[in-house]
């Protein structure tokens, strides 16, 4: 069974699907990532500090 091929089989809601997250939790996030860059200056934290900024890029302005 070929999982990335099989067509997608159910029934849906015709309701309006909410955001993963709202603008106002992706703006949190993102300063929630970049406090936890700053709290391991190491290394891993600049994983962190990557996510932050890839995630503010797509934000629109508030």
């Keep these: 069974m070929d999982h990335d091929?099989?067509?997608v089989t159910g029934t849906y809601s015709?309701?309006?699907r909410l955001a993963l997250l709202?603008?106002?939790e992706a703006r949190e996030?993102?300063?929630l990532?970049?406090?936890l860059e700053q709290l391991d200056p190491a290394?891993?934290?600049r994983a962190a500090g990557q996510l932050?900024?890839?995630?503010?890029r797509?934000?629109?302005a508030p």
């Design 5 to 7: 091929t099989d067509p």
């Design 14 to 16: 015709d309701e309006p």
């Design 22 to 24: 709202t603008a106002t």
């Design 29 to 31: 996030t993102v300063e």
């Design 33 to 35: 990532l970049q406090d």
């Design 43 to 45: 290394g891993r934290g």
């Design 52 to 56: 932050a900024a890839d995630l503010a």
């Design 58 to 60: 797509r934000l629109s």
